[in-house]
């Protein structure tokens, strides 16, 4: 099945717009850094939407970009996949296009998982990609997970409540607090049963080791609790009546406080009180200098209301003049536009006598005038002339008239403009006469201030002059001074007291805690531990495992044949569940899986990818093998051999990453290799 391959900015690998052309089976040879592997997750991004063993997220995907954006495309025959990611590792979405050719996408508003199964149908199924280098490094649970999941049927119902059903079988209940933390971490990812048994049992491990952290934590916090309370173990009365004798005690040293107030005020008139009366003399002499002698609260409030109301007039006085020269100004401009008009008139009356004078002048020399014909009779040339004539007289009165009130009206603009003058005259002084007023209640305000101030000082000195002198301290401050030191000291001890009887009691309280956390932790474990016997290694798996364990070798030892070899898995032994697995040679009878020689494990895993097809029934199918180099020269061909053999009445595309080209592949191979002496130099291999 012919198809083609596009790839822009992956691991630094970008094919030209119409992509790289690839046949049935192809082997992509080149040393390492090529870019063999790209192209091949380039195939399995393409048509899974990420890469198997890999990442799965966008922003994970996006540590293959060499871009802002990155694009794989993949198409077959009545198939075109485009993914398209963009953003970066922070932050990426992935959009995926599915249709028959480019522009021609018929499930544009489909969601992404509809997208996929039509991609899964075009295809004949899912494509299986292996790289044996990762195959060669499993250790046991990844073994036994890989075969699980290999085997697994799509059609076992919903593999969660199938394990919630059998815990509940087993008395381990799916509704207890571990197990529901462990399910929901599972939740809606597992598509088989296998794969949900396999996270639960990683979920469960994980959870195991925390609770059995949390309890060796709980038993220490316990042992501390208990530490603490023992110290700070205290009798007698309660935390709440210690707290009201502390309530007493304060306002017994309030009610001290108050009583020593009252003897400092009425009990002595001591040389300092003789001083502040002196300093109070002197301020009242100074302040009663600064004033004048002659003024009083009266005049004072006088002069400030007075000037108050002063700047107050001038203030609006000011706003008057300006509405005033506003309409000055305005005014002026009109009269100019009167004396503008009037100029003209005198202007086109002085043109009109001109004219009148000239058409006489012309009438008495005889001559024809502008609208008199020259033929006429002299009694016509006579009444013309006294026309003209009257015409100069009644222009000449209106030029006179005209004049007048031209003069009229400049008149009135000079007496407009004087009384403006004067006005801005005015305004120009108010600002500093406002001033002034202000000044003036200000120093009226302070005059008022001062003589209040006097008044106060006044009062304070009658006061102190009232009291008597007296500098012995009485019996009642001795008695009252040694009650205040007894009050002190039973306050403080009654404080240590509270404080220790608080800290008992939060060592109380976290000692309980810390006993059912542990006691809730214990039992989470013993739920855990029950679990992890139902689904784990010795419990569901080993029965899948033991399911997929025939299946499985039936399978692989069809392809094993040709490398002379045997598969063999054991599910069981001496009655108890075991996991162990490996290969058996005729000449060197079994050997394990842990110590089988890296050439023969890639064998194993050569076997295994071509065994998909029996496992999954597959009829139509995309296999990709990395890292083949893994087999040796001979086993390679065996394998192109076993693989012409699985595809006899099957449709197989195969695509294939080794650093060197493979002898006697087996079928016609197309070969693109990524080395010197071009990139992308392709060549076509004939089996021998």
């Not at 690998?13 to 380039?42: C, F, H, Q, W």
């Not at 305004?427 to 500093?432: G, L, T, W």
């Not at 304070?460 to 001074?481: I, N, P, S």
């Not at 006993?515 to 139902?534: F, G, H, I």
Request: hydrophobic residues 40%.
């Amino acid at each position: 099945m012919r198809a083609r391959l596009r790839i822009k900015n992956m691991n630094g690998v970008s094919t030209d717009k119409s992509g790289e052309i690839l046949e049935d089976m192809v082997l992509y040879t080149g040393p390492n850094g090529s870019g063999k592997s790209t192209r091949l997750k380039a195939i399995q991004l393409a048509l899974l939407g990420y890469v198997p063993d890999g990442p799965r997220t966008a922003r994970d995907i996006m540590h293959y970009a060499t871009a802002n954006e990155m694009a794989v495309g993949f198409e077959i025959p009545f198939l075109r996949v485009d993914r398209i990611l963009s953003g970066n590792t922070s932050s990426a979405s992935i959009k995926t296009a599915v249709g028959p050719d480019e522009g021609d996408y018929k499930d544009a508003e489909a969601t992404e998982k509809e997208k996929q199964n039509r991609i899964f149908a075009e295809l004949g199924g899912e494509p299986f990609a292996l790289d044996l280098g990762a195959f060669t490094a499993m250790n046991e649970n990844q073994q036994r997970a890989f075969i699980l999941d290999l085997c697994a049927s799509k059609d076992e119902g919903d593999p969660l409540q199938l394990i919630r059903e059998r815990l509940a079988k087993e008395g381990v209940g799916p509704e207890t607090r571990a197990m529901q933390k462990a399910l929901r971490a599972v939740e809606g990812k597992p598509e088989n049963l296998s794969q949900a048994l396999l996270q639960l049992t990683a979920i469960l491990r994980s959870q195991k080791l925390e609770l059995e952290n949390a309890i060796k934590k709980a038993k220490g916090t316990a042992q501390d609790m208990a530490k603490e309370r023992t110290s700070h173990n205290t009798s007698g009365a309660s935390i709440a009546e210690t707290k009201e004798e502390i309530e007493k005690a304060q306002k017994a040293l309030e009610e001290i406080a108050a009583e020593k107030a009252k003897i400092q005020v009425a009990g002595r008139v001591n040389q300092a009180q003789a001083s502040q009366l002196k300093a109070i003399e002197d301020q009242i002499e100074a302040k009663q200098r600064s004033t004048s002698s002659t003024t009083n609260a009266e005049h004072s409030t006088a002069a400030k209301v007075t000037a108050e109301r002063e700047a107050k007039d001038l203030a609006a006085e000011l706003q008057t003049l300006d509405t005033k020269i506003a309409d000055l100004e305005a005014l002026i401009e009109r009269t100019k536009v009167d004396q503008a008009v009037l100029d003209k008139e005198i202007l086109t009356g002085q043109q009109r006598i001109q004219n009148a004078k000239r058409r006489a002048d012309l009438l008495q020399e005889g001559k024809c005038s502008l609208n008199l014909e020259c033929n006429q009779p002299p009694e016509a040339f006579q009444e013309a002339l006294q026309a003209a004539l009257k015409s100069i007289g009644y222009f000449s009165k209106g030029q006179a008239q005209t004049e007048a009130a031209l003069k009229e009206i400049g008149d009135k603009i000079l007496a407009q403009v004087m009384e403006l003058r004067a006005a801005e005259k005015r305004r120009r002084e108010i600002p500093s006469l406002i001033a002034n007023a202000e000044r003036k209640a200000t120093a009226a305000a302070r005059h008022l201030e001062i003589l209040k101030e006097i008044a106060e000082l006044q009062a304070t000195r009658e006061t102190l002059q009232g009291h008597e002198a007296e500098a012995v301290v009485t019996a009642d401050e001795e008695a009252l001074a040694a009650r205040e030191t007894g009050v002190r000291t039973r306050l403080a001890e009654l404080k240590a007291l509270l404080e220790q009887k608080e800290l008992q009691k939060a060592a109380e309280i976290a000692f309980t805690r810390a006993l059912q956390e542990r006691q809730e932790n214990e039992e989470d474990l013993t739920v855990v531990k029950k679990a992890l016997d139902v689904v784990g290694p010795k419990g569901m798996q080993a029965e899948a495992a033991k399911v997929a364990a025939g299946p499985f070798l039936t399978a692989v030892n069809m392809v094993l044949r040709r490398f002379d070899l045997k598969a063999y898995v054991e599910t069981e032994r001496n009655g108890k569940a075991v996991f162990e697995w490996g290969l058996e040679h005729p000449a060197h009878g079994k050997r394990r899986w842990e110590v089988l020689p890296t050439s023969y494990k890639a064998i194993m895993g050569a076997a295994v990818a071509l065994a998909f097809f029996s496992l999954r029934a597959a009829k139509k199918a995309i296999l990709i093998i990395d890292d083949l180099e893994h087999l040796d020269t001979p086993n390679r061909t065996r394998f192109f051999e076993a693989v012409a053999a699985a595809i006899k009445d099957r449709t197989l595309d195969l695509f294939v990453g080794a650093q060197t080209l493979p002898q006697k592949p087996g079928k016609v191979l197309k070969v693109i290799n990524l080395g010197s002496p071009g990139e992308g130099q392709q060549h076509d291999t004939q089996a021998a």
